[in-house]
């Protein structure tokens, strides 16, 4: 276990809906980055916090966003679901950004768009 | 898009073999990580190899680098029917934000 939830397990929703995806990092780590893993694909970078603020974003469309709060717990959000959003979202908690050390990951949310 | 690629894809081999698996990727990196997953979970992190090292050794577990071919290899001696999951490489850039870049990942399936 690597101390780090996620919630909910699964998901779904139609499309055009908005979805709110919750991650708790493990005690001690200032930075969460969510990806986005396909059937059959490796996760895809969605975005990084660092500290509340975003520090870097991978190709996903501004409909995609997140929070960070001073718990360092995070949020997903992504607005106007399309089928092609139907994904496993991982979070990973680490201790420092700058350092590129080890992503503790949680165990995702499977998110299905009918 | 994804930097690593992964090879072979798929592995299929006998409890108690060797299992080797390879990773190439495009850019220049801080480190090289390798993770697992089973069954669509979350993924398990095993060894983390920085850019300045050549090899290094967890358990079973052996990692090579290559910083002059790109790429690295996962060695798990003596596998276990407890080792079948989808293994994937990810390369830390050295940018400012330590983002992981997957590949698509190896299946590897170890036959009691």
């Known amino acids: 276990e690597t101390g780090v939830t996620q919630s909910p397990t699964h998901l779904i929703k139609t499309r055009g809906q908005q979805v709110t995806l919750r991650c708790s990092s493990q005690?001690?780590?200032?930075?969460v980055s969510w990806y986005q893993q396909a059937l059959g694909q490796g996760p895809q970078f969605i975005f990084q916090?660092?500290?509340?603020?975003?520090?870097g974003r991978g190709n996903f469309p501004p409909r995609f966003s997140g929070l960070q709060f001073p718990n360092y717990s995070s949020e997903l959000n992504v607005n106007a679901l399309e089928l092609d959003d139907s994904a496993l979202y991982l979070c990973?908690?680490?201790?420092?950004?700058?350092?590129?050390?080890?992503?503790?990951f949680g165990p995702g949310t499977r998110l299905t768009v009918l | 898009s994804q930097q690593g690629e992964e090879d072979p894809q798929a592995l299929s081999i006998q409890e108690g073999e060797n299992a080797t698996m390879n990773c190439s990727y495009k850019?220049?990196?801080?480190?090289l990580q390798w993770y697992r997953q089973n069954s669509g979970r979350g993924l398990v992190h095993l060894i983390l190899?920085?850019?300045?090292?050549r090899e290094k050794h967890s358990g079973r577990l052996r990692v090579t680098l290559d910083t002059s071919k790109k790429s690295s290899s996962l060695l798990i001696t003596a596998s276990r029917a407890a080792d079948t999951a989808s293994y994937f490489c990810?390369?830390?850039?050295?940018?400012?934000?330590?983002?992981?870049?997957f590949g698509k990942g190896i299946t590897l399936s170890v036959r009691p």
């Open positions: 990973a908690s680490s201790l420092d950004s700058g350092r590129a050390d080890t992503q503790y």
């Open positions: 005690s001690g780590h200032n930075t």
């Open positions: 916090y660092y500290r509340e603020e975003e520090n």
């Open positions: 850019t220049s990196i801080n480190n």
């Open positions: 190899i920085r850019s300045n090292e």
């Open positions: 990810a390369t830390a850039g050295r940018g400012a934000n330590s983002k992981l870049t």
